[in-house]
């Protein structure tokens, strides 16, 4: 009969296995969360001589839950640099992997070609719904701003446009949308345009405003053009509008907008989809076709803002030339799509 | 011990790990390459060499359910040329796609671990499931099934994406497609190693269920691969050149990650599965090519493994390396070898075991019979 052995092989190989991960896990230098400064803001600017000026914003805590907004700054010949040294600055290894918002000068948008951005994406250093921002003040005093309600500016920014995703208004712009509006045709892309106002020790954030860039020119869009631009660029479930006809006034809610373009030929045609709901206290008294009609010539007037101030300064804001690609129209292959397309603009809308 | 029974598995287990080998590492690099060569017609691309690779296992699973490689009753020469062969494309598709997997766990789950450390603890394990048999990694992959379809549900129920559907058009068939097929070869082809496992149907098997099994791991594997790269090509558009590991790029487009922060433990923990369970077959294919040459023994497995780890640690080291390599003249020995030995051995079999000739159907593990011959042994499986 044969002996049982001592110990079964499969444990002992198990236990090898085991022996061998834990050694390996001794011996490499891994740094655990309490090492790690976690980044929820960052800025990104040009410095001189072509450097890069890079801040961060961290939350630090105390044992009596006191929260205090830190930022740092640093300058260098690239953003791996910089981060090498901020891990120094900071006495943490520095993460951006929780980043919720990147405040990025003109500068940057106008003369770094993407280089910082794909950086951060290709590497993977942010995560891809971080968000982007810029704004005609120093992206280092967006960042250190303080605000009102004791809450550091990026984070807070970096909350806000989570909620505005899909508000009438300003469009949230994530570094992965960034990088696909930039590959298409015409590389324009948008973003949101922060104003800073400080009244006494406090500031205040603006969030109406986007700015529009292919990398050469760039353009601030006021509220009528963002607005605009927000009907065509993406779903909306939230916002409001205000009707005129005769003597009366009234407003309206978006429940829901989409929009489609089209390409035939040298025309374009634009059209938005939009269900609105009265507030109105009393509605058998609103004349639907008139409000309609109110409505339409509004919202088309704030698309067509969009287009022609994007269109004065050669920015395809809606990516018309991508849709002649996509719909084999000629014009894609012309450098000069803009000038040969014309736009009609169709509101198609519903009131309840 | 007997080994005899270790490479019967069930059809089922044959769809699931047919359903690994093609999914596992398509997921990962490839579409950033499909894309950077093909641009909006990647996805094209996939369903092309994918409807070509299920075809392919087809074919294999009508030579093996004569038998695995090694049981059939090839002339002595051609199952020797065979057996280097398939164990040299095995060796090189195990290195070069395992790097992309411990790229991935060095760089993206841990911060910057040294790969000899991931690939030790990747190919010890590999190595294990490969000794133990084609049985045991067909197990192994239909207990750790659910933990897949739980990820692919999470992702489904959760999912938050803006599909920009313009990013697909213009559809046209250019020649993009055929250089993107062409240059990614490796990638695809991954049924060889499958031809080292016979299949017999179960004691309990009903038809019908087999052809639902079928049916659901085709569309499967479709709408995994396929409609990952459709995903992809939406969301990055052309930017997708620049965009790696499209598997946990994609994954982490749900609700849970814009509110709170990324959730992509599910896509992890199900990835690495499926990369444990594709690299031990490759492993298994590798062992019993060289059981052809040197008969059963217990080093084989061990000897495939430090082959493998030596070529990833020290000849390949890095992505940039490997996508050299893999886009060399390498890729077509190694694709053509999968596609002719499939296309040699199902000619051969057909030949061989025609319908009169066709011998009885190889005993499953649970046939009496075959339990009065070689009962197995304690603490076997």
């Known amino acids: 009969m044969k002996k049982k052995p001592f110990v079964n092989k499969k444990w002992i190989v198990i236990l090898v296995i085991i022996a061998l991960l834990v050694t390996f896990d001794l011996l490499d230098d891994q740094k655990s969360i309490s090492t790690r400064a976690i980044v929820l803001a960052m800025s990104l600017d040009k410095g001189q001589n072509e450097r890069y000026d890079l801040g961060i914003q961290l939350l630090k805590t105390d044992k009596n839950n006191n929260q205090e907004y830190l930022t740092f700054y640093q300058e260098g010949d690239s953003v791996s640099d910089i981060l090498e040294t901020m891990n120094y600055n900071v006495g943490a290894t520095v993460s951006l992997a929780h980043t919720m918002v990147i405040v990025v000068s003109q500068d940057i948008l106008l003369e770094d070609k993407d280089e910082a951005l794909r950086y951060l994406l290709e590497n993977q250093v942010v995560t891809y719904n971080t968000m982007l921002v810029t704004s005609g003040d120093k992206p280092e005093e967006l960042l250190s701003a303080k605000l009102s309600n004791g809450i550091g500016s990026g984070y807070y920014l970096g909350q806000v446009l989570r909620t505005v995703a899909a508000d009438f208004g300003v469009v949230p712009v994530s570094i992965k949308d960034y990088f696909m509006l930039r590959y298409r045709i015409g590389g324009c892309i948008y973003m949101p345009y922060v104003t800073l106002e400080k009244q006494g020790e406090n500031s205040y954030l603006g969030l109406t405003k986007m700015y529009a860039t292919n990398g050469q020119k760039g353009l601030i869009l006021d509220e009528d053009a963002t607005k605009g631009l927000s009907l065509v660029a993406t779903s909306l479930s939230n916002g409001s509008l205000t009707y005129r006809y005769a003597d009366i006034t009234g407003e309206a809610d978006i429940v829901q907008s989409f929009s489609n373009i089209s390409v035939k030929n040298d025309n374009a045609k634009i059209t938005v989809n939009v269900s609105l709901r009265d507030t109105s206290n009393v509605p058998d008294s609103i004349d639907e076709t008139k409000c309609l009609e109110d409505i339409d010539a509004t919202l088309t007037g704030y698309i067509n803002k969009c287009y022609e101030d994007c269109k004065a300064q050669n920015l395809d804001i809606f990516y018309l030339g991508q849709y002649c690609y996509a719909f084999k129209n000629p014009l894609a292959n012309e450098a000069e799509y803009l000038d040969k397309l014309t736009v009609d603009i169709v509101i198609d809308g519903n009131l309840k | 011990m007997n080994n005899k029974l270790n490479d019967r598995i069930y059809p089922e287990q044959f769809l699931l790990l047919a359903f690994i080998s093609i999914m596992t590492f398509k997921v990962v690099m490839l579409a950033q390459y499909l894309v950077s060569e093909a641009g909006n017609e990647a ?112 992702h489904v129920v959760f999912a938050k994406t803006d599909l920009q559907f313009v990013n697909l058009l213009p559809l046209e068939f250019s020649a993009d497609i055929a250089v993107a097929c062409d240059k990614y070869l490796v990638w695809f082809g991954d049924y060889s190693c499958l031809l080292f496992l016979s299949v017999s149907k179960s004691p309990n098997a009903k038809g019908k269920r087999l052809a639902v099994w079928t049916a659901l791991a085709i569309i499967g594997t479709f709408v995994c691969a396929v409609g990952l790269m459709v995903i992809f090509v939406c969301v990055f558009g052309d930017s997708g050149a620049i965009v790696g590991n499209a598997f946990l790029n994609v994954s982490s487009l749900n609700k849970i990650a814009f509110m709170i922060g990324s959730m992509d433990l599910p896509t992890v923990c199900s990835w690495v599965v499926m990369c444990t369970i594709r690299l031990s077959l490759l492993l298994y294919a590798g062992k019993e090519c060289l059981k052809i040459f040197f008969g059963e023994k217990w080093w084989l497995s061990a000897v495939c493994a430090l082959t493998a780890y030596l070529l990833i640690v020290y000849g390949i080291g890095n992505l940039k390396t490997g996508y050299s390599i893999a886009t060399s003249a390498l890729r077509y020995f190694v694709y053509f070898t999968d596609f002719i030995a499939v296309i040699a051995l199902y000619i051969f079999v057909h030949v061989k075991y025609k319908k009169a000739n066709k011998p009885k159907a190889l005993p499953s593990p649970q046939n009496p019979a075959l339990k009065q011959i070689s009962p197995p042994s304690q603490g076997e499986e």
């Open chain 2, 43 to 154: 996805y094209i691309a996939m369903t092309v060499m994918i409807s070509i690779e299920i075809m392919m296992c087809a074919l294999v699973y009508g030579i093996i359910s004569y038998g695995s490689l090694p049981r059939l009753d090839l002339p002595k020469g051609i199952r020797y040329v065979l057996a280097l062969l398939l164990f040299v494309t095995s060796m090189a598709k195990c290195a070069l796609l395992a790097s992309e997997g411990v790229s991935y766990v060095s760089t993206t789950i841990y911060d910057n671990v040294r790969w000899s450390y991931v690939c030790l603890a990747l190919m010890l394990v590999c190595c294990y499931l490969a000794y133990k048999g084609g049985k045991v990694i067909a197990r192994t992959a239909q207990i750790l099934f659910w933990l897949m379809a739980l990820s692919f549900a999470f």
